[in-house]
């Protein structure tokens, strides 16, 4: 969100002294803490809708001496308006992280101090478990024979960018921030993750191929800093058009809906972990910062082989 932008939003809701802070507390986690410009649109979006609410509520201007009486029963208030307009439990979760950032940051650095934003419990979330596709599944949908060859570059750039996904288990805002200096050198690829997380990732001979045949037919030049994936206009691919590129292929080979750019990179993991690889290793070509969110897809593993018992089991079809 840009500042004019922030500007004109908190013109008639927000006090001087508070705006002030907001941009200080923008530039912090830009520049200081790398955030990503999607979480920080998503946590700066949040924080605006927060004070909008204390606006109406209170009818009047919102400053720093209103965050800090901001009572326990404002926060659920805020929450419960969010559960009404139908926020699922992620997204009221997210809003409350993007929140509670800003009042620690104000407070971490003495402007201001809220005595209750730390009883506000988090919204509780659903355990999903990853849904990656079939072995059959993902190999079908990264066979050459998918690329529309009566069509532009752009059916090539798509099965490049899919077969990059699933060889090497990229989230997709990683994959579309590589530029032509990141390609493999001696069998890795450099990524940028989370957090401005380097790491190295090996790259299968299948996957070098896929980017080399894109490469050859991108119509515009090559240059180190240009991104990877373009777009039609020449400018870097965006996750929508990815997306869409993912459904319409999604239909054209008959794959179910849970089919997604992300569902590779779980089918990535979870096809290691079938054929041994042990988690420590997984985490590391994931990125995952923690163990805890590798540990997902041995809970996947472990309801496929007991749906492969259930059906093989001579024992379990005898009644």
């Known amino acids: ?6 500007d004109a ?4 809701t927000a006090e001087p002294d508070l705006s002030d802070q907001i941009s200080k507390w923008i530039t912090w986690l830009k520049f200081e803490k790398n955030m990503s410009p ?13 004070i909008d609410f204390l606006y109406s509520h209170r009818e009047e201007k919102v400053g720093l001496s209103t965050l800090s009486t901001t009572s326990l029963t404002d926060f659920r208030s805020w929450l419960s308006r969010k559960s009404m307009d139908g926020l699922a439990a992620a997204s009221r979760a997210r809003s ?14 003495g402007v201001m101090h809220n005595a ?3 009883s506000v419990r988090t919204p509780k979330l659903p355990h999903k478990l990853p849904r990656p596709l079939e072995r059959p599944q993902a190999f079908r949908l990264l066979e050459l024979d998918t690329v ?12 490049a960018l899919f077969t990059l996904l699933y060889g090497c288990g990229l989230r997709i805002n990683e994959a579309l921030s590589l530029d032509i200096s990141d390609m493999p050198r001696e069998g890795f690829l450099r990524v940028m993750g989370k957090g401005r997380k380097e790491r190295q990732v090996p790259v299968l001979a299948i996957v070098e191929k896929a980017l080399t045949l894109y490469r050859t037919a991108c119509p515009f030049p090559e240059t180190p800093d240009r991104p990877l994936f373009l777009g039609e206009r020449g400018k870097r691919l965006n996750q929508g058009v990815a997306q869409k590129s993912m459904r319409d292929m999604r239909g054209l080979l008959n794959l179910p809906d849970t089919a997604t750019p992300h569902a590779l990179r779980h089918s990535f993991a979870t096809h290691l972990l079938e054929n041994g690889a042990n988690l420590r290793e997984i985490q590391e070509l994931l990125g995952h910062a923690s163990l805890s969110t590798t540990q997902r897809y041995t809970e996947v593993n472990a309801d496929d082989l007991i749906r492969i018992y259930k059906a093989a089991h001579p024992r379990s079809k005898t009644k």
Do not use: C, I, P
């Open 38 to 50: 999607h979480t920080l649109r998503a946590y700066t979006g949040d924080l605006t809708q927060f």
């Open 148 to 159: 529309d060859k009566d069509q532009d570059w752009t059916s090539v750039r798509d099965h």
């Open 1 to 6: 969100m840009g500042d004019k932008k922030l």
């Open 96 to 109: 409350l992280s993007g929140v509670k950032n800003f009042l620690k940051w104000l407070d971490k650095n």
């Open 116 to 118: 209750h934003v730390g």
């Open 9 to 12: 939003l908190l013109e008639f």
